[in-house]
């Protein structure tokens, strides 16, 4: 079957491109570290790159349209390679810089503004065609592929690098980006509109509120997610135990994830997904409020274990809101806002982490930020409840009306 072939290669292409992604986590900072000498300049890159993506709403609108098949996918899969493959040539030659980081920065994430989004949504339109619901399954599959790389690549990459691949790491993942391109080459997904006739994400959202709801429960966790890496950093450095609570937690999230992505292909189809979504996010508060409490490797790793698990729960129960009721160039609008809220949230938490952890402590961090979290997801729900109230008290209205009628 042409669909199943095609989710898998889709799925293949995303995997290894995103394992490829950890691997040079790990690398790309010493490599800028050891050709400049500057501590700042490590995160360059990487600040850069978020900036396109943040903007994209401004200046993505048609763009992203663009991206309606596996061939002009594997285009952009060419502009992101040569972007990431900027710096290590430029270390190769000896003239790696600001200005090099910040241009691979700005391609790079230039082409990921479009090529994220649009490979999901080239996904779920596989999905579309292979069955009933195929769509949601196929995210969460994706989603789920993500979290594995995410607990193997970091250690794979740490080894590699002791083995002396620390450049190689960078021509790996350049090479991985472009074959995952590769590997869509062919794959024919929903049309484009007319120029005339392209969504907004605000427009996209009309008759769609749960969506917004799911992406206000998802934006406060990414905005909040800061206290979970960094606070456990600082506790083990405060404790002179430098990484202990943070690899504690992480493993244990990495875990939690795993499982709840097995599980979550069940649930998300025997379960309604916004109040899945709110649920999901106000667990997660709570377990950030126990870390805070109960902050020990042992409790960090247990409640660091089933917020990866309600935590993928969430994200899939979004996921499944979008597929389902959108497709075409509206799938791929949500798609984006969805990629925008999450990294505009993560990004401005990382810059305002430090600070407030500096004022109020790690440990007191992850407990505020954690009842935020929960706060804002059961108000979620709580407004949500209200709205089905209202609308089912005006449906039962206007058939009371009609009957009298009749």
């Known amino acids: 079957m042409k669909a199943r072939r095609d989710a898998l290669f889709l799925l293949a292409g995303s995997g290894s491109a995103d394992l490829a ?18 501590v700042a300049a490590t995160g360059l890159a990487g600040g850069c790159a978020g900036v396109p993506i943040l903007l994209s709403p401004w200046w993505a609108g048609r763009a992203r349209q663009w991206v309606d098949s596996g061939s002009r996918l594997a285009l952009l899969a060419v502009v992101q390679a040569v972007a990431l493959a900027m710096v290590p040539g430029a270390a190769a030659l000896g003239v790696l810089h600001a200005g090099v980081l910040i241009g691979s920065g700005l391609l790079l994430g230039c082409g990921d503004a479009l090529s994220s989004p649009g490979r999901s949504a080239l996904l779920a339109d596989t999905g579309d065609r292979w069955g009933t619901d195929r769509a949601v399954v196929l995210l969460t599959w994706q989603d789920g592929i993500r979290r594995v790389g995410m607990v193997v690549g970091a250690p794979a990459g740490a080894l590699a690098v002791a083995g002396g691949w620390t450049e190689e790491l960078l021509w790996v ?10 590997l869509a080459v062919g794959i024919v997904g929903e049309r484009s509109p007319a120029a005339d006739a392209v969504p907004s994400i605000r427009g996209s959202l009309v008759g769609r509120p749960d969506v917004l709801y799911g992406w206000i429960a998802r934006g406060t966790g990414s905005l909040t997610w800061f206290a979970f890496p960094l606070g456990l950093s600082v506790v083990g450095a405060e404790r002179g135990e430098p990484g202990v609570y943070l690899a504690a937690g992480m493993s244990g999230y990495g875990v939690g994830s795993v499982v709840g992505t097995v599980v979550s292909l069940g649930v998300v189809r025997r379960v309604t997904a916004a109040p899945l979504a709110g649920v999901a996010w106000t667990v997660m508060g709570l377990c950030w409020v126990g870390m805070g409490v ?10 660091a274990a089933v917020a990866g698990a309600t935590l993928v729960l969430g994200i899939a129960a979004v996921s499944a809101l979008i597929a389902r009721e959108s497709v075409g160039a509206e799938r791929r609008a949500l798609l984006s806002g969805q990629s925008v809220v999450v990294n505009a949230g993560g990004a401005a938490g990382m810059l305002v982490g430090g600070p407030v952890i500096a004022v109020v402590g790690a440990e007191g961090t992850l407990v505020g930020s954690g009842m935020v979290t929960a706060v804002v997801a059961v108000g979620v729900l709580v407004v949500r409840g209200r709205q089905g109230g209202r609308n089912r008290a005006a449906s039962e209205r206007a058939y009371c009306e009609t009957a009298g009628h009749g």
């Open 173 to 182: 993942e350049a090479g991985a980006v472009l074959v995952a391109g590769l």
């Open 294 to 303: 109960w902050t020990t490797p042992v409790g960090v790793a247990l409640f």
């Open 21 to 38: 992604f950890r691997f040079a986590q790990v690398a790309l900072p010493l490599v800028v570290l050891r050709e400049t000498g500057s």
